[in-house]
């Protein structure tokens, strides 16, 4: 990890409590200085703060009450919230107002999920001396790891940064959190961790709860520091890669739930092509484009048929894009790597640009795709650089000339949140001769966590059935960040054995003082 940051430490450790700025990536001016990078000594304080919030923070009560007002003071707050975040990541006001709803969305359904109390997982099994073995009285449920870790994604200032899904289930599942906010919005994350500081006191929690650090190396200490239980972070495969292997060296190594990258490949089928290749193109279009390609689901890679269907695919999504205007990224550094990027891509051999992605200003870049023939991604070679994600209004079109290049080029990706399969009206139905569209579904389950059936990836829905994970390198862990079980990462269970009655913690006790869902003796209590 030290080496993975040589470069950065070398501008920490030459610039003492240096300032961080709020820019404007339109113009790549600086606003204002909104604060300093945390010392060591400043990030133990945050961490020392948050960890005494845990008794505190214990009572659900409390955490409910503290989740509902947090979403209540940033709905009061839009204006501002939307209007800063705006500024400094040129996403706007529509993006952002639709980002804002989610978080705050997210924040209550959280909240709920703390008052009904399922996600203890209660569990009761009566002693039994008749069973061979016998067996003891035991009782489980889940408590809260402790303080927790959260690294601020740069593409939603909101929904994956400081009041975001991280933060929100860690803080319903008990655990007092601090955040290591990203550097493209540090003015934004500093009025969210005020509001939901705010949100702290009025419901008489304390406002160490929420914890907030600038700059690099508190992001090392952080990750580091002995009283941090676990980690939450979105970003890019080194930077969460170099954390991830952090966290597991320390001496107590921590749970380190890393988003880090996804492809999110889509395979549209001949069928599907044949009947519907103009809707698909624009669908296509709208997805790659949407915030500027700046999704981490954004399809990257697009499986589609050579010959005429697949030619008629490739017209609409060129018309479509073509229609699309330059956008701002991020920062300026996301703008040279996107353009860098696709230079590499379109210098292969065999690699076409119908529109050309690149500089559509001096701070904008144009949206655009790629071509290549599926048989040069099926075996390793110099064009495996299309297989890695490229961040920003670019995709890869592969045109396969049968299922088995289609195979040939699944078999060589790496995991993936999303991956996405285009469908003929048959193949959807299972009534095609050749049960295309099971065997390709089967093909494409193993790389992702979600898998879309004739829609796009874009937009992932806050529901209980949501999962937004993937094998590695998409994330680090099995869980998801998105969705009622996030709040899992945060837990661990606890079986008590034999423990007399009053000991027991109230979520276990006989008398359901709580009024908590449980099972007993492997039924739900009350069946």
Same mark, same amino acid.
């Given at each position: ?7 950065e430490?070398?501008?920490?450790? /030459?610039?003492? =409590? ?7 990536p ?6 204002e ?5 945390? +010392?060591?000594a ?8 948050a ?17 509902h ?12 919230? %939307? ?17 804002l &709803?989610? /978080? ?12 009904e109390?399922?996600?203890l ?21 889940? %408590? ?7 690294? #601020?994604?740069? @593409? ?9 899904g ?33 949100a702290? #006191? ?12 600038h700059g ?8 580091e ?8 972070? /979105?970003?890019?495969?080194?930077g ?5 292997d &952090?966290a597991?060296?320390?001496?107590h190594?921590?749970?380190?739930h ?8 889509v395979? %549209? +089928?001949?069928a599907?092509a ?9 669908g296509?279009?709208g ?7 700046q ?11 050579e010959?005429?269907?697949?030619d ?6 060129? $018309? ?13 550094r996301?703008r ?8 590499t ?6 690699v076409?640009?119908?529109?050309t992605? !690149?500089?559509g200003g001096?701070? +904008?870049?144009?949206?655009g795709?790629l ?8 075996t390793?070679g ?9 961040? !920003?209004p670019?995709t890869v079109? =592969? ?6 290049e ?5 078999a060589?990706?790496p ?7 285009h ?6 139905a299972?009534s095609d001769?050749?049960?295309?569209? $099971?065997r390709?579904? =089967?093909?494409l389950t193993?790389?992702?966590g979600?898998v879309?059936?004739n829609?796009w *990836?874009t ?8 999962h ?6 998409a994330t680090?862990?099995?869980? /998801?960040?998105?969705? =009622?079980?996030a709040i899992?990462?945060w ?13 027991l *913690? ?5 008398? @359901?003082?709580?009024?908590? *869902?449980?099972?007993? @003796?492997?039924?739900p209590a009350?069946a």
């Amino acid at each position: 990890m030290r080496q993975e940051f040589a470069q950065e430490e070398r501008t920490v450790a /030459t610039a003492a =409590a240096a300032p961080v700025w709020s820019v404007d990536p339109r113009n790549g001016k600086r606003r204002e200085q909104v604060a300093v990078e945390a +010392t060591a000594a400043e990030v133990d304080a945050a961490v020392r703060a948050a960890h005494a919030a845990r008794a505190p923070l214990a009572d659900r009560g409390l955490r409910a009450a503290f989740l509902h007002r947090a979403a209540d003071l940033l709905d009061e707050a839009g204006e501002q919230v %939307i209007e800063a975040a705006d500024a400094e990541t040129a996403l706007g006001p529509g993006r952002l107002t639709g980002e804002l &709803a989610r /978080t705050t969305y997210q924040l209550r359904a959280f909240a709920d999920i703390v008052a009904e109390g399922e996600f203890l997982g209660v569990l009761i099994d009566h002693a039994d001396p008749a069973l061979t073995p016998p067996r003891p009285d035991l009782r489980r449920y889940k %408590i809260p790891l402790g303080v927790v870790a959260v690294y #601020a994604a740069s @593409n939603f200032p909101l929904a994956f940064s400081v009041p975001g899904g991280d933060t929100a289930s860690a803080l319903a599942a008990g655990c007092p959190v601090v955040v290591k906010a990203h550097p493209d919005h540090p003015a934004t994350s500093e009025l969210c961790a005020a509001l939901l500081r705010r949100a702290a #006191a009025d419901t008489g929690l304390p406002e160490g709860v929420l914890g907030l650090v600038h700059g690099f190396r508190s992001g090392l200490d952080l990750v580091e520091h002995p009283l941090i239980t676990a980690a939450g972070f /979105t970003g890019s495969v080194r930077g969460g890669r170099a954390l991830y292997d &952090a966290a597991a060296a320390r001496p107590h190594p921590i749970p380190f739930h890393g988003e880090l990258g996804s492809l999110n490949p889509v395979v %549209i +089928t001949e069928a599907a092509a044949g009947e519907r290749a103009e809707q698909i193109g624009a669908g296509l279009a709208g997805s790659m484009t949407l915030g500027v390609g700046q999704f981490c689901v954004k399809p990257g890679l697009v499986l589609a048929p050579e010959g005429e269907r697949g030619d008629r695919l490739l017209t609409s999504l060129t $018309a479509a894009v073509s229609d699309t205007e330059a956008g701002v990224l991020l920062d300026r550094r996301m703008r040279d790597a996107f353009l860098d990027g696709v230079r590499t891509r379109a210098q292969l051999p065999g690699v076409q640009a119908p529109v050309t992605p !690149g500089a559509g200003g001096e701070h +904008t870049v144009s949206a655009g795709f790629l071509t290549v023939p599926a048989a040069r991604l099926a075996t390793e070679g110099p064009h495996d650089i299309l297989l890695e994600e490229c961040f !920003g209004p670019v995709t890869v079109l =592969a045109r396969y000339a049968d299922e088995a290049e289609i195979t040939a080029v699944l078999a060589r990706l790496p995991g993936n949140l999303t991956a996405t399969l285009h469908l003929g009206e048959a193949e959807s139905a299972g009534s095609d001769d050749e049960g295309r569209g $099971a065997r390709l579904l =089967a093909g494409l389950t193993p790389l992702a966590g979600r898998v879309v059936v004739n829609g796009w *990836p874009t937009g992932v829905a806050v529901a209980p059935a949501q999962h937004h994970g993937g094998p590695y390198p998409a994330t680090t862990s099995t869980a /998801t960040s998105v969705g =009622a079980t996030a709040i899992e990462r945060w837990l661990r269970p606890v079986a008590y054995q034999d423990t007399p009655p009053a000991l027991l *913690p109230p979520e276990l006790r006989e008398e @359901n003082p709580l009024g908590l *869902p449980r099972r007993v @003796n492997g039924r739900p209590a009350g069946a």
